[in-house]
């Protein structure tokens, strides 16, 4: 069975930095897109930043651009998201999600388009 498994969130200072990282297991790793959701209490799910399953194609939300950045290790099997300059408003539960696609990241990443396996989320909680 697919497992899909967040790591390293934790408890940090505004302007600090956070990585995420992410495995998923019961799949072929590098045959997947993959992405990284939030979703704060009260708020929609937001999709924060994406990548095909190459890593050369990526997508960013306008909200983290310039301070988080996705990456891929296909060797290692491992998803990443770096997180810094954090802000409160990044306080959420971080998801990462698997997807079997080759479109570009915008679409599975604004949910025009599913994600097919999600994890149970890591949290991120930035302290003022």
């Known amino acids: 069975q697919v497992q899909v498994v967040e790591s390293g969130g934790g408890l940090v200072q505004a302007g600090g930095s956070l990585r995420l990282s992410c495995t998923a297991s019961?799949?072929?790793?590098?045959?997947?897109?993959m992405g990284w959701f939030r979703q704060a209490p009260g708020k929609e799910r937001e999709g924060v930043s994406c990548?095909?399953?190459?890593?050369?194609?990526?997508y960013v939300s306008d909200s983290v651009k310039g301070r988080f950045t996705i990456s891929r290790d296909n060797a290692e099997g491992t998803l990443y998201l770096q997180m810094n300059s954090l802000k409160p408003e990044d306080t959420a539960m971080y998801y990462c999600a698997a997807v079997y696609t080759t479109i570009q990241p915008i679409a599975y990443c604004t949910g025009e388009y599913a994600m097919d396996y999600w994890g149970k989320g890591t949290l991120v909680t930035v302290s003022s």
């Open positions: 019961g799949l072929t790793f590098d045959d997947y897109a």
């Open positions: 990548i095909s399953w190459s890593g050369r194609e990526t």
